[in-house]
């Protein structure tokens, strides 16, 4: 753990030595997507709606895309897409979905592969058959050792496909009672067991070449419902959450997990909105206290939490203004919505455009480096 933090820290010194401007400005740029370096400040280059496009994930139904979908593709106005059990019946119908999404011509500076994103946790929570081949609890009862197996045993499995991050691994703490031990999704009922056996899980994933997803920060073990079916309020202090529930994250942080997803649940002790719609949280506590440079993406935002919070438009706005990076939707029509927002906002400067071409660096950054790794 030292050793990688060491390695982190002269990344920072490096970044800035680049730059000559602090760590996190746009010291890496993005690809040019014909396997050249990355330039510097290559976001600033983009189009209002490439920019928007860049904090955009999306879902469809089906083998096919949409046209609407593949539109949003040529024009760079989305980052990438997740996909479900009902995009990939078969491995043959998987392989083509993506190779055919992958191939759609893009604009210059956006070329690298787009994120193809899946949960492929194990247990119950699996869009693909094989590895993992057993839940987040069995992992976490079996160890370390075993759980970095499952990890790199699940990015030959979804390498395969040409899916590049998987939505997972929980590092929910699973309190007695609560959805996430009830349905085995959590590695255990302690931080340091979650610590010591999921984050081994994304290492072995990321060893792979597939980026982990470490989910639901800050913390949902203690809900008792899924914020897809029920507003969820997690009352635990301050102190507790910090102490307990992002300590897992702590622990992916220094290990370099590439993304952090934000619950939609609502936390009192930080913020009467929603985790993803929270400032204090998305960049307070995630960016700020635990010190996260990758990319952050929102929990579903067609779930019964999000959209109690308002329209598509006030939640686009909220999760982009709290810091997150990408937007995730599971329905193109909502995503387009939401993009269309984003634009607007741009234009006007209701948002920086500092804030969105940081955003848009880290998404790009990440699909440059998962572009390389599978050509390594």
Do not use: C, W
Not at 128 to 140: F, L, Q, V
Not at 181 to 195: K, N
């Amino acid at each position: 753990m030292r050793d990688k933090q060491r390695t982190r820290s002269r990344r920072r010194a490096a970044l800035a030595a680049l730059a000559g401007i602090a760590v996190g400005a746009f010291a890496f740029g993005v690809a040019l997507g014909d396997g050249t370096p990355p330039r510097p400040s290559a976001a600033s280059r983009l189009s209002a709606g490439e920019l928007a496009g860049q904090r955009i994930v999306l879902g469809f139904e089906g083998t096919k895309a949409p046209r609407a979908v593949r539109r949003m593709i040529r024009a760079g106005q989305i980052a990438g897409v997740v996909l479900f059990a009902g995009n990939l019946p078969s491995r043959a119908a998987g392989r083509r979905l993506i190779r055919e999404l992958q191939a759609i011509p893009r604009p210059s500076g956006l070329r690298d592969p787009l994120l193809m994103m899946t949960d492929q946790e194990g247990g119950l929570v699996k869009r693909i058959d094989g590895a993992p081949s057993a839940s987040a609890g069995t992992m976490g009862a079996r160890g370390a050792a075993y759980s970095r197996r499952q990890g790199r045993r699940t990015a030959v499995n979804l390498g395969n496909l040409g899916v590049n991050v998987d939505l997972a691994p929980v590092l929910d703490v699973a309190r007695p009672g609560g959805t996430i031990a009830a349905t085995e999704r959590g590695f255990g009922s302690t931080a340091s067991r979650v610590a010591a056996t999921a984050v081994p899980f994304a290492e072995g994933l990321q060893s792979g070449g597939v980026a982990a997803t470490g989910k639901h920060f800050p913390g949902f073990g203690a809900a008792r419902l899924n914020t897809d079916d029920a507003v969820q309020r997690i009352g635990l202090p301050k102190r507790t959450l910090r102490a307990v529930d992002e300590a897992p994250y702590r622990r992916f942080v220094a290990a370099d997990g590439e993304l952090v997803m934000l619950s939609t649940a609502i936390y009192p002790a930080f913020s009467p909105r929603p985790a993803a719609f929270s400032r204090e949280i998305a960049t307070g506590e995630l960016r700020g206290r635990l010190g996260f440079e990758g990319v952050s993406i929102t929990d579903a935002l067609n779930a019964v939490a999000a959209r109690a919070y308002g329209s598509t438009a006030e939640v686009a706005l909220a999760a982009a203004r709290a810091g997150n990076d990408l937007l995730l939707y599971a329905d193109p029509a909502e995503a387009a919505k939401a993009h269309r927002t984003l634009v607007r906002a741009l234009r006007k400067g209701s948002i920086s455009r500092s804030s969105f071409e940081q955003a848009t660096t880290r998404v790009l950054r990440l699909r440059h480096r998962l572009g390389r790794s599978r050509q390594g």
